[in-house]
């Protein structure tokens, strides 16, 4: 069973930043925040990752709350190519874990 | 990031033949893959883990001698639907680790959708 509650769906303005929240109450000690993407009929695209410290690369950041029970992958000016199904995944960092998806949040970009 | 491929991108099969989907890591090493299989909006489900030169690995439920797997070499891993069933027809991915990368995140392929009629 995925071990990560997001919301459903979500709907961000085209340039506004968008928020995916989520939440994983009973990730372990050695569990990472993973966030993958789906766009429709592709293979998931990886996005970013973090353990405790807030993290950020070329495409998003992340926020992870202090309690480590929930966090938040930001895109800081969403375009029309974002939308996608956003999976929130916990998972140690071996590498060769297993990943496991929940029902992701379905995020659309309006115009 | 790393490239992971697939070939078909699309099969249509007719009812009790078997078809073999190819995953390749392009440019890097995979001891490990993964086979997933995904239905019209539902979310990715493990089928299972594809060890190089070793057998397969398979999640609860899914049917080993169904869904033969293949991890002959570090570069690529196969996955043979065996005597194919309209129920089969879905969206299958693959992914790997890239041992050698900075992270641990995995790269998963543009995935092979199966029909079978």
């Known amino acids: 069973d995925a071990k990560t509650t997001q919301p459903t769906s979500m709907d961000c303005a085209e340039g506004r930043a968008a928020n995916l929240p989520c939440n994983h109450s009973?990730?372990?000690?050695?569990?990472?925040v993973y966030w993958y993407r789906q766009i429709h009929s592709q293979g998931p695209q990886y996005i970013i990752h973090?353990?405790?410290n807030n993290e950020t690369n070329e495409m998003a950041s992340l926020i992870i709350t202090e309690d480590r029970k929930s966090s938040t992958l930001i895109l800081p000016h969403a375009t029309l190519r974002d939308t996608a199904v956003y999976y929130c995944?916990?998972?140690?960092?071996?590498?060769?874990?297993?990943?496991?998806f929940g029902t992701g949040t379905r995020l659309t970009i309006i115009p | 990031g790393a490239v992971v491929s697939q070939h078909p991108s699309r099969v249509i099969c007719k009812s009790g033949t078997s078809v073999k989907i190819e995953c390749r890591s392009l440019d890097f090493q995979a001891t490990t893959m993964f086979w997933y299989r995904q239905f019209p909006k539902k979310s990715l489900m493990l089928m299972a883990t594809s060890n190089e030169g070793s057998k397969a690995t398979y999640e609860q439920g899914v049917e080993k001698d169904k869904f033969l797997i293949n991890h002959a070499s570090l570069t690529l891993s196969t996955l043979t639907v065996t005597s194919a069933h309209p129920e089969d027809s879905s969206f299958y991915i693959c992914s790997a680790r890239d041992p050698g990368g900075l992270g641990s995140e995995q790269y998963f392929g543009p995935g092979t959708r199966l029909t079978v009629t």
């Open positions: 973090g353990l405790k």
């Open positions: 995944i916990v998972s140690p960092n071996f590498g060769n874990e297993k990943l496991t």
């Open positions: 009973t990730i372990s000690g050695n569990e990472y």
